[in-house]
């Protein structure tokens, strides 16, 4: 492995499996479901991370798969509030530590409350970003909501 993010040494140090795959894309290019294509798996268990902000609770993350548009209201109401929106691109890197693209609520600038989309409970393995560009985790969803404290709900559509 060529990359060791900080995400990747608080797995370590968390003694949860996993395992690093790398790609290459640029940013012209990017969508998760290339990613979902380059790292071997299928789009709904690679999951991106989104910066959401509520009207009442503030910013949070939410986890989704990459074949999957974000549920707003869903979102909103796991996180006690009436409505959110997503995070501005330029809030993003503030919030997190992390630049679009590499996104990841493992070793994030602030501990934000993670919302995990039910979905990733279907599957032994998920894949989420490990903290730099063209750099996935795949671990088990289980490990990912332990570490992470991620409410499991239903906001992906």
Known sequence: MSTKTNA?????????????????LSME?????????LVGMEPDQVFKTLVAIGDRNGPCFAV??????????ALAAAHGDRKAHLAALKDV???TGYERGAVTVIGARKQLPVYLDEIAELFDEIAVSAGARGVQVVLRPQDYASLTGATIAPIAV
Do not use: C, H, M
């Not at 990747?8 to 290459?24: D, K, N, P």
């Not at 989704?64 to 209201?73: G, Q």
């Open 8 to 24: 990747l040494r608080l797995l370590e140090q968390a003694g949860i499996e996993f395992e690093v795959r790398e790609y290459s």
């Open 64 to 73: 989704i798969p990459a074949n999957t548009e974000l549920s707003l209201k």
């Open 93 to 95: 890197l503030p919030l």
């Open 29 to 37: 290019e990017f969508t998760a479901e290339r990613v979902a294509n």
